[in-house]
């Protein structure tokens, strides 16, 4: 079935390790994104991908880093420079060129900083 | 930049009856999309509707529609024969047409709709 995966769903860390969350597509979208959710704060744009070796920065990125080597793939990795980085992060992608605007979700990463 | 508020962090509704969710947004442009993406329990987010901005008439999805005011910059979702299943958090959301992000949406803080037997 085509969709989105995140990996892992869940996972701990201890203060000052870096973390990388996993997401896959096989969309055939070009472009991916990286949402953080925190209680009452909605989603915020952490960073966004339009093409393979290209991203930008979103509203939130200091802490965060992200690569697109792959179309289908987009991990982002949670720096110990992240001041609070427990939350739930959701990845999204979209189609690129003629883009109505409507992302497709993944199940979501929560992460725990111990 | 643009802004997306939703005054109601939570609402209810009885099973089978009528809600209305409220969402108001700031932004100077004139060529934009508005959606309303709902995430339920289980977390994955889905969208629900979308509004061009350039369309006057109002976009219906089965039992969701949009009450879409272009000049008072209101996005609102209604509901109508309210299932358990809509229960969820709702998400209004903005998109510009212009320029290089438009990629890019801006959501809303949420409403959380519970919807009673």
């Known amino acids: 079935d085509g969709g989105i995966t995140q990996s892992p769903k869940y996972l701990f860390r201890k203060e000052g390790q870096n973390v990388t969350l996993s997401c896959e597509q096989n969309?055939?979208?070009?472009?991916m994104y990286w949402y953080r959710q925190d209680p009452g704060q909605g989603l915020r744009l952490i960073y966004y991908s339009q093409i393979v070796n290209d991203f930008q920065k979103g509203d939130i990125a200091e802490g965060y880093s992200v690569s697109r080597e792959k179309k289908e793939s987009f991990p982002l990795t949670v720096t110990s420079a992240q001041k609070n980085p427990t939350a739930f992060y959701l990845c999204?992608?979209?189609?690129?060129?003629?883009?109505?605007?409507?992302?497709?979700f993944g199940e979501g990463s929560r992460l725990t900083v111990l | 930049a643009q802004t997306v508020t939703q005054s109601q962090p939570e609402m209810s509704v009885q099973e089978a009856e009528t809600v209305t969710l409220s969402c108001t947004y700031d932004?100077?442009?004139?060529?934009?999309?508005l959606f309303w993406y709902k995430q339920p329990p289980s977390r994955q987010m889905i969208l629900v509707i979308r509004?061009?901005?350039?369309?006057?008439q109002n976009a219906t999805e089965n039992r969701f529609s949009v009450n879409f005011q272009k000049a008072a910059k209101s996005f609102s979702l209604k509901i109508s024969d309210s299932q358990l299943g809509d229960t969820a958090m709702y998400f209004c959301a903005f998109m510009k047409l212009s320029g290089g992000s438009n990629y890019k949406l801006t959501f809303g803080k949420g409403t959380l709709l519970t919807v009673n037997p």
């Open positions: 999204a992608s979209s189609l690129a060129g003629g883009n109505t605007g409507e992302l497709f």
């Open positions: 509004q061009e901005a350039y369309k006057q």
């Open positions: 969309l055939n979208h070009d472009a």
């Open positions: 932004t100077s442009e004139n060529n934009y999309y």
